[in-house]
Structures are given as structure tokens and as C-alpha cells.
């Protein structure tokens, strides 16, 4: 496992995302980084201080690992539904079903939600893409102290309806990040 700390903010695009998604000149002109993950679909936002980004690697001999792509998430979200309900009290669930979705979740990941991806409510709290090869798969994890979609939503060019969808879609944790931060390694063991 790896934890990330966001030193810059920045826009990170999924792997199948055009690049002139995001406006470029903004994104300059506000000293925001943009990026690209080869994991997933939508753009992510980090935040210095507000993200907790996360990667787990997961060797194919583990007896966690599935060949099926789409439960081979679960024990992950598992882990963050656990750690998220230890601190925060919430009911934090794991969508278990198939990808949902919506007319904005191929421009921002937090508009859809994704097999063993975590929501509280209707509300999704911690996302999860991965990528693949024969010897392992990396979960990109990422989890927000607060949920602004704004600066993306802008970034993106999004209209004011869709950048009100967006804010609705997602919650964030709160000030417990760091503690939630600090329990996941001995939940992913």
C-alpha cells in the first residue's frame, strides 16, 4: 500500500479520457497540475490537505485475488466501509452490483459509482478503480475530507445543473481523514 500526500492541486484524468476535457489555460493560470492515471474512467480532483489518495497492489497469488474484474474489488471496499464505519459511525455500504452510470461519471469519477467502490447513503465516500496485468492489480483509492466538485466542475467546463449532479453525488469524510488514513493498512492485511 501506498499513501499518497496531494502537495499541488491537480486533475487527474482516467485512462480513456481525451485530454481537451480539461481547459488547460485555467487550469495553468491556477497553478493546478494535470495528469493522467491508466486506471479508470473520469477525472479525478485532489486537493492538497483535503484527499487521501491511495494505491494497493494486490499479487495474483494472494487469496484475495478474482479473476472476475468486476468482484475483484469487493475485499477493498470491504476494508474502507469497515475503517470508515469504526471512525465514523456511518453506514458506510459497498456497491456490490454493476457499474452505475450517469450522464457525468465518463467526465468525473465521483458521478458514478463502481463495483466494491463505498457510499454513504447515495452518496459516494470512496472510489476505486484498478488496473491489471498477469502478476498483480493496482486499486487506485482516493477519499475526501470534503467533497468541492467545484474547481473540476469549472475545469471541465461543466454546466451549472451538472455542477449541481456532481455535488450531490459524492460526500466527504470529514476531519477524520488522517485517523481513517491511519487504520487502513492493519484493515488491508
Known sequence: MWHFSVTRPAVVL???????????ELAAARGVD???RRSGGGAVW????GTLW????????DP???????RSALWLGEAWSQVIRDVTGASAEVHRGAMVCTALST????????????????RKVAGISQRRTRAAARFQC???????????????????????????AAVGLGPVLTEIAGRLPAALR
Open 64 to 70: 484475495r485475488w478474482d479473476d472476475d474484474v468486476s
Open 107 to 122: 467526465k468525473a469519477c465521483f458521478a458514478g459509482v463502481g463495483p466494491g467502490e463505498v457510499s454513504i447513503g447515495h
Open 54 to 61: 491511495v494505491d494497493v497492489v494486490l499479487p495474483r497469488d
Open 142 to 168: 482516493v477519499a475526501y475530507e470534503r467533497w468541492d466538485p467545484a474547481p473540476l466542475a469549472e475545469l471541465l467546463h461543466l454546466p451549472a445543473d451538472a455542477a449541481a449532479a456532481l455535488a450531490d
Open 46 to 49: 485532489l486537493a492538497p490537505g
Open 14 to 24: 482516467g485512462s480513456t479520457q481525451r485530454d481537451d476535457v480539461v481547459d488547460h
Open 34 to 36: 494535470v495528469a493522467r
